[in-house]
């Protein structure tokens, strides 16, 4: 049920282009997923995401869980006939959300820093409900039931994702930890409907990265997800990483890089090998009136918008590019308008996933080095000059 083929190379870089086939239809890689944390792709609908070209989206394990229950989920027919979407779904076991809920996020070393609600053991964690402060404990066990309840056609295994500053001595423990909790879930895990990544580990370490990738490897799951980046570290670490344990991993199964949607980290991850990724930002942008552009980053509640008649983007195939005006959407959001955190989301997301397609014909036409460069000389330069005046 779950296949992978690799139809073109990049012949100097370690870019791919592929087929990821799951019992929900086939996945053209590299790909994006946008991010339906709930059961939703925020003020988007099924058909909407369809028309974007998103061919598959990622919910949460911990949010749905806690509300409104993995077992009503089931109940309701699985979470693609509840929430009306009949592609590809992929869930995150909620090892993110550990993290998000240490304390501070930046601060903490080792485990007596993590707020009082939350607890790591090797068993599993202990939590208290962001919704109504009710305590529960999950096994890596229990992550795979509430997974395979949700039906989701791929799901994660649970890991201990720490902060980028973590000193060596706890990355390896969480590390270790993560590998005791894959053999867990593989050996939990029994529906054939549902393909399991395990996820890799070991902080900016570059020794614990190669020892976690190897394990992982290991294991002949049907793919492989590297966790731990974009969580405060350097792009230069996130791409040293990236460098040190792509050559490791088996090149028959998807790479995962879980939490990176930049459109300069895509890309860099693609040209070291990488084939699937994940991210708010499209959104969480979108709905802070930030919008992407082939010249870099801008927000439509710049002053300077306010009478300007051109799209967001030139020559942009979206509906909001298509429709409207810089000026009109700026009007939304002085007014606080929902339609225009839709409006500014259809752009954000179908930048990205027309990257992604862009990057895809790159690679089958033996033209990505040539295409990342020239996407990027663009799209730095604007950065560079927004740094430099600040607007």
Not at 157 to 172: M, N, S, T, V, W
Not at 328 to 347: D, P, S, V
Request: charged share 25%; proline share 5%.
């Amino acid at each position: 049920m779950f296949k992978f083929f690799v139809q073109a190379k990049s012949p100097n870089t370690s870019a791919r282009a592929g087929i990821l086939e799951i019992p929900h239809g086939k996945i053209h890689s590299p790909f994006f997923m946008p991010i339906g944390t709930t059961g939703f792709v925020k003020t988007l609908t099924p058909d909407e995401l369809k028309s974007l070209g998103a061919e598959i989206i990622l919910a949460n394990t911990y949010h749905l869980y806690l509300r409104p229950g993995d077992k009503n989920i089931k109940k309701f027919g699985g979470l693609h006939k509840w929430m009306g979407w009949n592609g590809p779904i992929l869930t995150d076991s909620g090892g993110y959300q550990i993290f998000s809920l240490y304390e501070g996020n930046t601060s903490h070393q080792n485990k007596s820093d993590f707020k009082t609600h939350v607890r790591v053991h090797d068993s599993g964690v202990e939590f208290k409900s962001h919704i109504d402060g009710s305590i529960h404990f999950l096994t890596p066990r229990d992550v795979i039931k509430i997974q395979n309840n949700i039906g989701a056609d791929i799901i994660m295994a649970l890991d201990e994702c720490i902060p980028h500053h973590a000193d060596k001595k706890y990355a390896a423990r969480a590390m270790k930890r993560t590998h005791d909790w894959a053999l867990q879930c593989k050996k939990a895990h029994k529906n054939p409907r549902q393909a399991l990544f395990p996820i890799i580990q070991g902080g900016m370490y570059k020794n614990l990265r190669i020892e976690s990738a190897k394990f992982i490897s290991d294991l002949d799951l049907p793919g492989i997800a590297i966790g731990g980046l974009s969580v405060g570290e350097t792009k230069k670490q996130m791409y040293e990483i990236l460098e040190t344990i792509m050559p490791i991993l088996p090149k028959n199964k998807p790479i995962y890089l879980m939490g990176v949607g930049s459109p300069e980290d895509l890309l860099e991850a693609i040209d070291r090998g990488v084939d699937m990724f994940d991210c708010v930002m499209p959104t969480r942008l979108a709905r802070h009136g930030s919008f992407w552009t082939l010249t870099g980053r801008r927000n439509i509640k710049n002053s300077k918008y306010r009478l300007d008649q051109k799209p967001l983007m030139e020559n942009c195939g979206c509906y909001t590019c298509q429709k409207f005006t810089r000026s009109y959407l700026r009007h939304l959001f002085t007014e606080h308008e929902t339609l225009g955190l839709r409006l500014m989301t259809i752009h954000n997301l179908h930048f990205l996933l027309n990257l992604m397609r862009d990057a895809r014909t790159a690679i089958t036409k033996g033209k990505f080095r040539q295409f990342k460069k020239a996407f990027l000389a663009k799209f730095k330069a604007h950065a560079v000059r927004r740094r430099r005046t600040p607007q």
